[in-house]
């Protein structure tokens, strides 16, 4: 078994070791737990952190981590993150939950509930932890304002701003924000290509990478207070986003001329949403509304131009165009008690739509172009789906809760263009769970889900990746993969307000997504066999009084998984395309009153995409370090600084080549590429009024 994997076995076995020490030797002072079985942390334990934003005291709730959510989900309920906000989702999809919760002041904040996803509706069924925020109902105008600026190792300023307003009248809240985010950075590096197995040299290039991404977006947001038979939202966005790389390439092949190359890729994003949901009695419970569309507008524009001496001697020009279009409609009846149950049961169709374009082109030496016809770089694809749903829970006496779910969905899937496709899919997905707290202190779950995972519209286009000089393959018969998962986690709060959680899971995929090749001899997304997954992730979060070091606080998360599936070439097991065997996090903060500093680091192993003719490796970057310091001049003032890599540790990857594909085990080439960005200085300073 590889080293890494050895290490994630260890981190394992020690938390198991770790749990038990604590569990029996450790005081336990948990956090109120109320009749539902959420525990509540009143504003004033986080007190001590000093937060100036609801963000600073989401990030500091024991054993929690935030989980966004995903604006590339199609529907509505499947993209969920783990907050509500007073007991609602935000019906963004497209806002962030950290700038949401970034915009709201830590002043309005009253309390803090966390508890298992069953508990605040359909869309959190089987996750293990939801935060419900609950703000104050006092009026008036409160609002952040946020200036940043980095440096880089070569000492150029990227600033950015923010600024949004709350203001509360009577049962309505109005938000409001606008902002400009931007970063840039500047990389340096190198792509060693030698053959194999003599080593020789069959390329050196020398490259420097200047990237930067900005965005500039308003938001706004209306409330309606109300409880779980009414209320009101509505919110919209308007954004405008670009992303920008130049590269310089110096090329020393071992045989021909030596070339100045220039690459140059240029995306630009528009977008729009406008979403909103009200709640209405209707036969002793609520009944929500909720609508959403999203409008999205990509171009991409990447060029590559091959010179000797500055001269032009050929390359290659893609140009993408893609159109997103989304209408979600989505209907929840919830009411608190029947026969003892709480029920929930609703309805949602969503219209999905993907217009895509590729011009593929090859430049001559005198710049005249010829376009390169890829199997399918014009199509429409279209999708219509519904899904209907049901969910069910009740306590088992006091320390015990059941909630059971069944949800059937339907679609018609349609791909116009270049090909055409169309398929119906149906599929039900049952799912349970049992929360129980044997005695004080305890918390455990157990969960089994059958899951369907949605397909990536983009998988369905053919283009190429001019940085790394090759095509993907599009395939329109792709199918989404589903899995049947088995789910358990144990909690114990220790030390006080320390948390340790151990969860383990498995999973049996059948249609695994991963990589399969073309009848044009391409690779593409496709659908292998069954798998499986098996995971063991453990967390502790603790507070360091107890060892003597006032203010401190230790977390660490480590995960350990092992993923099997049949490859299509080799005809041998191997791990899914892109999983690593283990990761750790490790986070050092302390608290001293005005001031608070601390140190992170991130270590993840490689990750291997195995394609028709190579693998492509990621390799981990360790140690990556992450250090910040932070003055609080005022309850309403934050001057922070971070260092970002602080051990200016370069990103590695390793590509492997096969000739003609990966069922010859020996390969013909071995490219290794180096990128660093070196450390990077952030200086912000963010200010809350009212």
């Known amino acids: 078994m590889a080293h890494t994997t050895r290490s994630g076995i260890a981190l394992t076995c020690g938390s198991f070791v770790t749990l038990a020490a604590l569990s029996i030797a450790s005081p336990v002072d948990a956090q109120e737990v109320d009749a539902n079985g959420r525990t509540v942390y009143a504003v004033g334990f986080f007190a001590g952190f000093a937060p100036s934003s609801a963000l600073d005291i989401v990030e500091r709730i024991p054993g929690f981590s935030l989980q966004d959510t995903?604006?590339?989900?199609?529907?509505?309920?499947?993209?969920?993150?783990?907050?509500?906000?007073?007991?609602?989702?935000?019906?963004?999809?497209?806002?962030?939950?950290?700038?949401?919760?970034?915009?709201?002041?830590?002043?309005?904040?009253?309390?803090?509930?966390?508890?298992?996803?069953?508990?605040?509706?359909?869309?959190?069924?089987?996750?293990?932890?939801?935060?419900?925020?609950?703000?104050?109902?006092?009026?008036?105008?409160?609002?952040?304002?946020?200036?940043?600026?980095?440096?880089?190792?070569?000492?150029?300023?990227?600033?950015?701003?923010?600024?949004?307003?709350?203001?509360?009248?009577?049962?309505?809240?109005?938000n409001v924000a606008i902002g400009y985010d931007n970063e840039r950075q500047l990389e340096e590096g190198s792509d060693t290509i030698t053959a194999f197995p003599s080593g020789r040299l069959i390329e050196y290039r020398r490259k420097v990478n200047d990237i930067e991404e900005r965005e500039a977006y308003l938001t706004g947001s209306w409330e309606l207070a109300g409880d779980e038979t009414s209320g009101a939202h509505a919110n919209f966005r308007l954004a405008r986003g670009w992303f920008d790389l130049d590269q310089s390439n110096d090329v020393f092949p071992s045989v021909g001329a030596v070339r100045d190359d220039l690459l140059f890729q240029n995306r630009r994003r528009t977008l729009f949403e406008l979403g909103g949901d009200v709640t209405r009695p209707l036969a002793g419970g609520g009944l929500k509304l909720i609508g959403l569309i999203t409008r999205q507008r990509i171009t991409n524009e990447d060029d590559v131009a091959l010179r000797v001496r500055s001269a032009l001697v050929g390359g290659f020009t893609q140009a993408i165009v893609y159109q997103r279009e989304e209408s979600v409609l989505r209907a929840v009846w919830s009411r608190r008690d029947v026969a003892g149950w709480s029920v929930e049961a609703g309805v949602e169709g969503a219209l999905n739509q993907l217009d895509s374009d590729v011009t593929f082109e090859e430049i001559g030496q005198n710049g005249g172009r010829t376009r390169i016809d890829l199997p399918i770089d014009q199509a429409v694809v279209t999708e219509h789906r519904g899904e209907v749903f049901a969910n069910a829970g009740r306590s088992l006496g006091d320390r015990m809760r059941l909630d059971v779910g069944l949800t059937y969905e339907a679609s018609r899937l349609t791909v116009r263009g270049d090909v055409r496709s169309e398929r119906s899919l149906s599929f039900l997905k049952p799912k349970a769970s049992l929360d129980w707290r044997p005695a004080t202190g305890w918390h455990l779950q157990l969960a089994a889900t059958r899951t369907v995972a949605q397909l990536n519209f983009e998988d369905f286009i053919s283009f190429a990746e001019l940085t790394n000089e090759r095509v993907n393959g599009g395939n329109a018969d792709l199918l989404p993969q589903r899995a049947w998962e088995l789910r358990g986690s144990v909690e114990r709060t220790v030390w006080g307000d320390g948390k340790l959680r151990l969860e383990g899971g498995y999973q049996h995929i059948s249609l695994l997504q991963d990589r399969v090749p073309t009848p044009e001899g391409f690779d593409a997304p496709g659908n292998l066999g069954s798998g499986t997954l098996l995971f063991v992730k453990a967390v502790a979060d603790l507070p360091l009084a107890p060892v003597g070091i006032n203010g401190g606080r230790l977390t660490v998360n480590g995960t350990l998984q092992d993923s099997s599936v049949i490859d299509p070439y080799t005809r041998e097991a191997r791990p899914f395309s892109g999983y690593g065997s283990w990761n750790l996090n490790v986070e050092f903060r302390q608290d001293l009153g005005k001031f608070a500093w601390g140190l992170a680091y991130y270590a993840q192993p490689a990750g291997t995409f195995f394609r028709r003719n190579e693998e492509d490796r990621f390799n981990g970057r360790e140690p990556y370090l992450v250090a910040f310091a932070e003055w609080r001049p005022t309850r309403q003032t934050t001057l922070s600084l971070s260092l970002d890599n602080l051990a200016d540790v370069p990103a590695t990857r390793t590509r492997t080549f096969f000739a003609p594909d990966r069922s010859t085990l020996v390969p013909t080439a071995i490219e290794f590429r180096e990128r660093n960005k070196h450390v990077t200085a952030t200086l912000t300073l963010r200010h809350n009024f009212g």
Do not use: C, M, W, Y
């Not at 600033?159 to 203001?167: F, V």
């Open 70 to 174: 995903d604006e590339d989900v199609r529907g509505f309920g499947q993209a969920a993150g783990n907050l509500v906000i007073n007991g609602s989702r935000p019906s963004a999809k497209s806002d962030s939950l950290q700038t949401i919760l970034g915009r709201i002041p830590a002043s309005r904040v009253l309390r803090v509930e966390i508890g298992p996803g069953d508990l605040f509706g359909a869309e959190f069924s089987g996750k293990n932890q939801v935060v419900n925020l609950v703000l104050a109902d006092g009026g008036g105008v409160a609002g952040t304002v946020t200036i940043r600026t980095s440096v880089d190792h070569d000492g150029r300023l990227t600033p950015e701003a923010s600024g949004s307003a709350l203001i509360r009248r009577g049962p309505s809240t109005f």
